[in-house]
């Protein structure tokens, strides 16, 4: 293996390693919901009230 051959391969896995952790930070492989679209959209759809700011 020539020395450009090497460092493409060093390339690819270093890439390969930040979009898996890139994945693995922002929920996962299942979507953040846990796998579950149906609780998701229904969290979305009637969120909590926030309370009110009172100083």
């Given at each position: 293996?020539?020395?450009?051959s ?7 896995f270093?890439l390969?390693a930040?979009?898996?952790l ?19 959209h229904?969290k ?7 309370d009110?700011?009172?100083?």
């Amino acid at each position: 293996m020539s020395f450009a051959s090497i460092l493409v391969l060093v390339i690819v896995f270093v890439l390969l390693a930040l979009a898996v952790l890139f994945i693995s930070q922002n929920g996962g492989w299942q979507g953040g919901c846990g796998g579950n679209c149906a609780s998701c959209h229904n969290k979305c759809a009637s969120p909590k009230p926030k309370d009110s700011y009172k100083p």
